[in-house]
């Protein structure tokens, strides 16, 4: 049974470009969760994936973008990047019912810079 | 918005010693989650608690949760160095949206 992978492992990019952080969830997790973890602070819950529709997001604005696919992997898209965005991007995996889920599986993350 | 609360934010310990972290959280929820993070790291889950009056134990740690309360807390029996780490409690909110503390961030000293 493999964990949660995710890629790239370190990203740089510059204000304004845009960005896709990708995440394969644990065998037999159909649910992913993606976070933004800033220096110092608690991961924030940015939304969450259930069998391809996005099931519940926090107060992030429309540039997060987020993606499912058929095999339960799933995308972070970002727009516009700002400063602010430079954090460790993590996507947590768990089998869930849509409507409460298990333990979340963290992956090691996605640092990503923004210059 | 659901808010949960860690303290202290830095415990500084000696091996061998006892100490307890505290969570508290805003809204009524009947599950909590405790992560500990390495440097660098992602987060490693280390309980689950379903219930009112649930209490775990892995090793030096031990967990509980009591829900009238809204509140957790971890407690550590006789530190050792390999426990220094940042430990998150997490709370879902009826969305199912995780709510992460701020983090305690321990240090085990010899």
């Known amino acids: 049974e493999t964990g949660v992978t995710q890629s790239p492992t370190h990203l740089i990019k510059t204000r304004g470009q845009q960005v896709t952080l990708r995440c394969s969830s644990q065998s037999g997790h159909n649910t992913v969760s993606w976070y933004q973890q800033a220096l110092g602070q608690g991961p924030q819950f940015i939304f969450q994936y259930y069998r391809e529709e996005e099931n519940g997001r926090g107060n992030f604005p429309p540039r997060f973008s987020g993606l499912q696919f058929p095999n339960y992997s799933s995308e972070l898209n970002v727009n516009a990047l700002e400063l602010d965005d430079s954090a460790l991007y993590l996507c947590?995996?768990?089998?869930?019912?849509?409507?409460?889920?298990?333990?979340?599986?963290f992956g090691p993350g996605t640092r990503l810079t923004v210059l | 918005e659901l808010k949960v609360e860690q303290n202290p934010l830095f415990l500084s310990m000696q091996e061998g010693k006892n100490y307890t972290i505290y969570c508290n959280y805003s809204?009524?929820?009947?599950?909590l989650y405790w992560y500990r993070q390495d440097p660098g790291k992602s987060l490693e889950s280390l309980f689950v608690?379903?219930?009112?009056?649930a209490v775990k134990q892995e090793g030096r740690l031990m967990a509980s949760l009591d829900t009238k309360a809204r509140l957790s807390t971890l407690h550590i029996t006789a530190a050792v160095h390999d426990l220094s780490a940042t430990y998150f409690c997490a709370v879902p909110n009826t969305g199912n949206q995780f709510y992460f503390g701020t983090g305690t961030s321990l240090t085990v000293i010899p």
């Open positions: 809204t009524t929820s009947d599950r």
């Open positions: 608690l379903l219930s009112n009056g």
């Open positions: 947590a995996s768990s089998h869930g019912t849509g409507r409460s889920t298990d333990t979340q599986y």
